[in-house]
């Protein structure tokens, strides 16, 4: 299973924030954050990128994917006995997003879930919580570092040096996680730092639209006027206009302005 697939695998991909009542008021600016050069984190030779950012992300896939604790193995394994299949817990929300019971419909579906996704969050949320805190500004960065593929980490293999989200052109992992974050916020699973979250999610979504990363590739920064601008736009979007951008695949309504 590619790395990056433990974004619906989770059903947690990230479905929090640690950032009290979510990203109201984050700047409309989301210039890249210069690294730090009295990081924390070990020097990693042939590494490119924010290094805080880089960290961030290989960590996720060390406690998600590649070494997770028991009970985040156990959360996981009850989500796919509970749903069938992920792809089909995806097609649920597409389906009720056409019916007019949406969300009911979704929800009652959703809600079997409700213990697990519950484990899944707190873990999400710490694990936010340790890198980036209250750094609102960071966590904009670390969202449009991986929607650019602009992270290069010659720890993990070939395949997934470049840290972005799916690797497939184009990929639906912002959808599989736009759906997995409604979900948490519907049965009120830290819902106000969901909300914070889900504008991200469609900000990362319009970046690598436009950055088209490669996979292992040292990939280019978009210009920070273009990140600035995608900022302004989504990271102001409510919850409901979300859902209908979403409604669009594989690429955002208008895609390319």
């Not at 920070?224 to 951008?245: G, M």
Request: hydrophobic share 35%.
């Amino acid at each position: 299973m590619n790395r990056r697939r433990v974004l619906l695998s989770s059903l947690g991909a990230l479905t929090a924030v640690g950032l009290g009542a979510g990203l109201a008021g984050t700047p409309a600016v989301a210039a890249p954050v210069a690294s730090d050069d009295c990081s924390p984190f070990p020097p990693v030779p042939g590494m490119t990128g924010d290094r805080r950012a880089n960290e961030f992300w290989y960590q996720y896939d060390e406690k998600f994917q590649y070494h997770p604790k028991p009970e985040i193995i156990a959360a996981f394994g009850t989500c796919l006995q509970l749903f069938g299949s992920f792809a089909k817990f995806i097609d649920a929300w597409r389906a009720s997003r056409k019916s007019r019971d949406y969300p009911q419909d979704f929800v009652a579906l959703a809600a079997q879930g409700k213990e697990p996704l519950a484990v899944i969050s707190r873990a999400q949320l710490d694990h936010i919580d340790e890198y980036y805190g209250h750094n609102r500004r960071g966590l904009v960065s670390a969202f449009a570092d991986i929607g650019q593929g602009c992270l290069y980490d010659p720890r993990r293999g070939p395949g997934e040096r470049a840290h972005m989200m799916g690797t497939g052109n184009p990929t639906s992992a912002w959808h599989q996680w736009h759906v997995i974050t409604r979900s948490m916020m519907f049965l009120g699973i830290d819902t106000d730092r969901w909300t914070g979250l889900l504008s991200l999610i469609g900000y990362g979504w319009a970046v690598q639209t436009i950055a088209d990363p490669k996979v292992d590739a040292h990939n280019p920064r978009l210009p920070d006027e273009t990140l600035s601008r995608l900022a302004r736009v989504w990271l102001s979007k409510t919850p409901a206009d979300l859902d209908t951008d979403f409604d669009s695949y594989p690429y955002p309504p208008g895609h390319g302005s």
